[in-house]
């Protein structure tokens, strides 16, 4: 590979090493998969009169999306792994998404647009409503963020390399922590692309607007952003396979197979913990129905051993 692929590749290896942490973050919680240590987990009710249809429909949905994104690794070629990432990235979004939006409606949340979910699930996040191995959030103000549940500091972190190798949970902390900073500043920059030219906040004295932001600005534009969360990066990166850039990945040097497995892992325990919860409130038996309903070959790896994990777990079944 000569300097300019190299250069290329870069960014690849930055999203392979953060994909890397957060899965190493996640296994680094033998307790992950007990939900009864999480208070809201236990508070949930079970739900009467629920449109369990619409409740089938998006868990299905979240299913055949995950089946797809598996599908590379049932062919097991490298460069099918290679050539598959960037269309892995919104499946492994909108399966997450899908089961996540089937939990919220059993809540009563508004789930009719992306940002919207994404906020109901930070505020979750904010609120303890998840357990420790993915409560981890990034706010504040322009150059003043604070990362609460994995490292509380404003501090940048000292040395640290978005290209190093993750070797044990510090690693993973420091590019857990980078990821989030860069996925809340670009998050900023798209509210900025979008703010009311009308907007006074952001005109001179003179009644223009600003070429030039400030901290001021930049600070309005913080204001109304959400904690940025794990599920405002997998969103960020939903879209990559639209970007000019997918050449990142076929010039890549990095381990594809390791990839997907990682991103598998986040995908597979995001989707234990909502099928959990909207097991919680609908009941087993109306869940088992959805469950054993949808074509068995497509999750006896996936759905189905997640269920029998909580059973145990979590029902004592």
């Not at 004295?205 to 400030?214: M, N, R, S």
């Not at 990095?254 to 997907?260: G, N």
Request: proline letters at 2%; hydrophobic letters at 30%.
């Amino acid at each position: 590979m000569n300097n300019t692929d190299n250069d290329k590749s870069i960014p690849s290896q930055i999203i392979f090493n953060r994909f890397h942490a957060l899965s190493f973050y996640i296994e680094s919680f033998t307790d992950r998969y007990n939900l009864k240590n999480v208070n809201y987990y236990n508070n949930l009710k079970n739900k009467q009169h629920l449109d369990l249809d619409r409740i089938r429909k998006l868990l299905w949905n979240s299913w055949s999306t995950e089946y797809s994104f598996l599908m590379t690794s049932f062919i097991d070629d490298s460069e099918f792994y290679k050539s598959s990432l960037h269309w892995n990235f919104p499946q492994a979004y909108y399966s997450v998404y899908l089961a996540l939006t089937a939990f919220h409606y059993t809540q009563e949340m508004d789930v009719d647009q992306h940002e919207k979910t994404i906020k109901n699930f930070n505020n979750s996040i904010k609120n303890n409503h998840y357990p420790k191995s993915v409560s981890f959030y990034c706010k504040g103000l322009y150059k003043e963020f604070v990362y609460v549940g994995i490292q509380n500091t404003t501090k940048q972190i000292d040395n640290f390399k978005a290209l190093a190798k993750i070797r044990n949970l510090q690693d993973s902390k420091d590019q857990i922590i980078n990821m989030l900073k860069s996925t809340r500043e670009q998050n900023a920059e798209h509210k900025r692309e979008r703010v009311d030219k009308k907007d006074p906040k952001y005109h001179t004295k003179e009644g223009l607007l600003t070429k030039k932001f400030t901290k001021r600005h930049w600070d309005y534009i913080y204001k109304s952003i959400p904690e940025t969360t794990v599920l405002n990066f997998l969103y960020r990166l939903r879209i990559k396979s639209n970007y000019h850039d997918v050449e990142t990945f076929i010039n890549a040097d990095i381990d594809f197979r390791a990839f997907h497995t990682y991103l598998s892992n986040i995908v597979g325990y995001l989707n234990y913990i909502h099928e959990a919860y909207i097991c919680k409130v609908i009941g087993c038996e109306e869940y088992e129905k959805i469950l054993n309903s949808f074509p068995k070959k497509l999750n006896d790896d996936t759905s189905q051993k997640r269920y029998l994990k909580m059973r145990k777990i979590l029902f004592n079944k």
